[in-house]
Nanobody, 121 residues
Framework: VQLVESGGGLVQPGGSLRLSCAAS????????VGWFRQAPGKGREAVSC????????FYADNVKGRFTVFRDNERKTVYLQMNNLQTEDTAVYYC???????????????WGQGTQVTVSS
């Protein structure tokens, strides 16, 4: 069971990035997926999550209206579209799989290795 994130990089404030989360060893379609991030010197923070089945989505207050999480079941991938990025969004972003779509990292049992997102002018 393995999750792999991709799509991170360097972007200027106000720019956009799309992160991808793909799975090997299991069908991501049957899992809730959460996105989390960790900035230097800070704890891990929940960003967003999407449930399995009905694909309900949830967002942390500080990303609402800027980030969108969605699935492509055909490609077995979950995406995090990030718009209007700000310097405070700089962090390593992780995706995680679990049974429930909750903004709580303890509810997830499969994690990716992370992808760096840097927002800087």
């Amino acid at each position: 069971v393995q999750l792999v994130e991709s799509g991170g990089g360097l972007v200027q404030p106000g720019g956009s990035l799309r992160l991808s989360c793909a799975a090997s060893g299991f069908r991501l379609t049957y899992y809730a997926v959460g996105w989390f991030r960790q900035a230097p010197g800070k704890g891990r923070e929940a960003v967003s999550c999407i449930s399995m089945g009905d694909n309900m989505t949830f967002y942390a207050d500080n990303v609402k209206g800027r980030f969108t999480v969605f699935r492509d079941n055909e490609r077995k991938t979950v995406y995090l579209q990030m718009n209007n990025l700000q310097t405070e969004d700089t962090a390593v972003y992780y995706c995680a799989g679990g049974p429930w779509a909750l903004l709580l990292d303890s509810e997830y049992n499969s994690w990716g290795q992370g992808t760096q997102v840097t927002v800087s002018s």
